[in-house]
């Protein structure tokens, strides 16, 4: 867990008056829940074997750890109108985990 | 004229290309593709062994041709979709009128593999088809059939 102010300067670098922008969240026991957070869609470079390498968005969401209390496989996250399941996540261990989501469609 | 290698991809290609019409598709391609053109099937001979069988120079060649698909779907349907895939390409490698030119060929392997690091699962199939073709030394270009 962070430190309390930690925790506090994570809300402000989250927020979308920062680097963050608002991600509409259908969580566990939430119903559109907004949660401030960074969103990425980086292509990486997938290589499968001696085949052609795919260049595929790698889709992550990263937010402060403390509003993700009921995360789960499938959940729901809307960003920009654009559906992603959540697929697995990462805490860092100091308050900031990324989601890595797949797409819904 | 071409190399029998050659003659035999373009085959393929055009076999494949009516039994999977959506599906980007490439007798040769080495750069990288991104993944909002997939699926895709590739193709390439790995290796080929050859020997002289008569005192007529007649050389057989047996050329390994490993044919990849490469999709990307929803997780949970990624293998399902891979055996469908392998039931039409063995299919539409039965008509490609191979025969014209190969003396014999043979599905002898098949491989799969995986990865999840995207948005979207990607998934491969390769498919390695052996080909026995006959050739007169000093002139690859002409199967002898």
Same mark, same amino acid.
């Not at chain 2, 390994?64 to 293998?79: G, H, K, M, P």
């Not at chain 2, 008509?95 to 999840?116: E, P, R």
């Given at each position: 867990?962070?430190?309390?102010?930690?925790?506090?300067? @994570? +809300?402000? $670098?989250?927020?979308?008056?920062?680097?963050?922008?608002? $991600?509409?969240?259908?969580?566990?026991?939430? =119903? +559109?829940?907004?949660?401030?957070?960074?969103? +990425?869609?980086?292509? $990486?470079?997938?290589?499968?074997?001696?085949?052609?390498?795919?260049? $595929?968005?790698?889709?992550?969401?990263?937010?402060?750890?403390?509003? @993700?209390?009921?995360?789960?496989?499938?959940?729901? @996250?809307?960003?920009?109108?654009?559906?992603?399941?959540?697929?697995?996540?990462?805490?860092?261990?100091?308050?900031? =985990?990324?989601?890595?989501?797949?797409?819904?469609? | 004229?071409?190399?029998? %290698?050659?003659?035999? %991809?373009?085959?393929?290609? *055009?076999?494949?290309?009516?039994?999977?019409? &959506?599906?980007?598709?490439? &007798?040769? %391609?080495?750069?990288?593709?991104?993944?909002?053109?997939?699926?895709?099937?590739?193709?390439?001979?790995?290796?080929?062994? *050859?020997?002289?069988?008569?005192?007529?120079?007649?050389?057989?060649?047996?050329?390994?041709?490993?044919?990849?698909?490469? !999709?990307?779907?929803? *997780?949970?349907?990624?293998?399902?979709?891979?055996?469908?895939?392998?039931?039409?390409?063995?299919?539409?490698?039965?008509?490609?009128?191979?025969?014209? !030119?190969?003396?014999?060929?043979?599905?002898?392997?098949?491989?799969?593999?995986?990865?999840?690091?995207?948005?979207?699962?990607?998934?491969?199939?390769?498919?390695?088809?052996?080909?026995?073709?006959?050739?007169?030394?000093?002139? *690859?270009?002409?199967?002898?059939?």
């Amino acid at each position: 867990m962070p430190m309390a102010c930690l925790e506090t300067d @994570l +809300d402000v $670098i989250f927020s979308s008056s920062e680097f963050g922008e608002e $991600i509409l969240a259908v969580l566990n026991n939430y =119903t +559109d829940k907004p949660i401030a957070g960074i969103f +990425d869609d980086e292509h $990486i470079d997938a290589q499968n074997g001696e085949g052609i390498t795919v260049l $595929i968005p790698e889709t992550t969401f990263t937010c402060a750890s403390s509003k @993700l209390q009921d995360i789960a496989e499938g959940q729901i @996250l809307t960003v920009r109108n654009t559906d992603y399941k959540v697929r697995m996540w990462k805490h860092d261990g100091s308050g900031v =985990t990324v989601i890595y989501l797949e797409d819904a469609c | 004229m071409a190399h029998v %290698r050659t003659q035999i %991809r373009n085959l393929v290609k *055009s076999a494949l290309k009516t039994a999977f019409p &959506s599906y980007s598709i490439f &007798s040769s %391609r080495k750069y990288a593709i991104n993944s909002d053109e997939l699926p895709v099937i590739d193709m390439k001979f790995l290796n080929e062994n *050859s020997e002289t069988i008569s005192m007529d120079n007649l050389h057989q060649n047996t050329a390994s041709l490993y044919i990849r698909t490469t !999709i990307a779907a929803a *997780s949970e349907n990624l293998d399902d979709d891979l055996d469908s895939i392998s039931v039409l390409l063995d299919a539409a490698m039965d008509g490609a009128g191979l025969d014209n !030119i190969v003396k014999h060929w043979d599905l002898v392997q098949t491989n799969f593999t995986d990865s999840a690091d995207g948005v979207k699962p990607l998934a491969e199939i390769v498919m390695r088809y052996d080909m026995v073709y006959h050739t007169r030394g000093g002139n *690859s270009e002409v199967a002898i059939t």
